[in-house]
């Protein structure tokens, strides 16, 4: 019985022998099977190893030690047996033919890199479909779009008198905010504000009647812009406290927190509405991170209201020492590129009593991947969730065969199930988009409030970033086919063996890194603006690496510690760290360049055939006809030329009467053998195969030929054996 096992095991010597075990055929085990029925296998491990001396080596231990008992348990360590596992899968025998997957795509036989050719061009089939759908999340109207607005209402400065102006980034305090409100944002919001035409005021009261839509499409900003609801104004405040040292003030008040927030139910006549409720989002600014609806304050369409609703608020001192954050915020929508805009102009007020203007703007595009007008992309969008759905089968199929638990300790495997996870969620989100425009729409023609879009914006702006990784990963698993080539093999090898010191290497930069970044923090954080906080510090502390620093500004802070800092960073981390970086690559890749571990593949060769296989049988089947007709006129080509002579009589006779020979009569050579002679010969005329007859000639022309070489042949070598000696030879 183990003879007959012996027998069937695969030998790992012979060379057409795979990496890639056949789960569907289960190889021959020195143990025998259980009858509780089918079983699925594991791991199986039968790859034979690269160096052939090593295996040989082995193959003869084993055969040497076979019946030892050492020997059985050092195998059943090797070789992870069949075993019925409890898990999300249920154990069932592998289907005929269906392979596990590798971590790396292998080359070594014709049957794997056949395989490996039609993995590869599905993959890139899908890798062109991703880069052209994720390419489809961004317009380049929305970079004008934001471009246009932000430059309307935050850069341009407006002439509030002689010699005075009035611009958003220069506003320092609150009172510039309420005179950027009165004499710009108003003047630049409602001046470009255009109402309907009169034959299209006439058409849309026709049409539509008293429906609340006509007042919204009255107001069209930059006469292609339509405005979702009149703006709005909201504040953030917190809450009042007392002060350690009340030398001149009796309360004091925090910056903000989400435990000190004010949430009284209204504010000098402003309701406090929580987020849900004014359908907000939580954002950053510069100093906080704000997750509160506040009070809110609607303006309206009329210029008038708004400008009389804005001075009661600056009389009443709305904005007053609790203040933290006050923004107005609009929406508008884009028909002719089907784009909405999320505007914010935010003046945040920290607890030093400054103003900080920031402005945040942000798109979103109207239609997902259902409601696309152009089919083109709909087919894209089609074809892609088609192959979405093949590579999860695929997947399924894999966990199936080699259990939850083992699939996914392949850093490949986890990818493709990243990758598949994103597509998925990319599916739901359009399902959503579609549903939420919808919504937005609706409401905008019913109501003539202010209609928010921050969720549609921050469900966007995830959706964007989920589907730029899905682009750079997808990109990322090229590197599972690197193995094509010998070079890119030798770049991954380097980078896996320096991969250890490459980690100590790190551990120690990233000590110096924060060291210098908090002591450039304590040195110069209140005079430099690329010091003022731990994480902007190491951002500048990467920037110096590049050789982008302001050397000016860190010599103005510390005229004896800065240069003094500038220069032992420098030292220490561009020619120091560094060259140590450069030094441990380069070592690795000297010694993977000098190593024999990694050998050629035959995905040339195989290529090679294919192709001089197609050349042939688009020769044989498309170009038959000429070659036909080229050795047709081959074989009547004469075998020798000779000198054009002087026809005879019997030739010019031959000339006139019609039954004359195929082939004219050669001039014969004088001393000529009598296979020559033979093929001189006129061909006789009772010969019916003319063609037959001339080849046979040349043939008997031939073997003459070759014994007389073969003669000459035996002949110098009896003449060098006598020159230079029998041992030569």
Partial sequence: MNSQNQAQEPDPTQPGVSKDVNIGEKPALRHRQDSQGPQRVSVVDISPPDDQNTMASELQGESETQNTPKTKNRRLRRMKFPTERRSLWR?????????LKTSRILYTTDEQVRDALFEFLVFIVFLGLTSL?????RSPYMFYFNDTTKKLFVTRSLVVAPSLTNCFENILIVSDWWDYLIYNFL???HGDMTELDEDEDEKVTSVSGSDPIENLRARRFMHENLLLGPPRLRQIRVQKQSCYMSWYFDTCYDDYSQGAEERTETHKGSPYRTMGEVEA????TLLAYYSSGGYTVDLTYDKDINL??????????WLDRSSRLCMVEFNLFNENTDIFQSVKLMAEIPASGVVIPQARLQTVKQYSFFTDPDPKMTVLYLVWYIMIVYYTILEINEIRLSGLKMHFKSFLNILEGFLLTICYLALVYNVWHTIEVKSITSKAQKKEVYQSIDVLCFSNIIYVNMMAVLAFLVW???FKFISLNKTLVEWTTTLGRCSKDLAGFSLMFGIVFVIYARLGLLLFGSNHPDFYSLVISMLTMIRMILGDFRYNLIQESDRVIGPIYFITYILLVFFILLNIFLAIIMESYSSVKSGTDIHGTQLASFVYRKLTGAVYWIYCRICKTQSKLFWAQLARVKPFRAKTARPSATAKKADLDVTTVE???PVRRRNMTAAETVYFNAIPRDVKNKKMFRVNQRITLLEEVLEKLVTNIDDMTKSLERVY?????
């Fill in 308 to 317: 009389q609703k804005i001075n009661d608020l600056k009389n009443i001192n």
């Fill in 476 to 478: 990322i698993k090229l």
């Fill in 133 to 137: 759908i994720t390419l489809t999340v």
């Fill in 281 to 284: 989002t939580p954002f950053w």
């Fill in 725 to 729: 000696g029998e041992s030569t030879f």
């Fill in 187 to 189: 003047i630049t919001l």
């Fill in 91 to 99: 154990s069932k025998q592998a289907p005929q033919g269906l392979k």
């Fill in 663 to 665: 082939f004219e009569e």
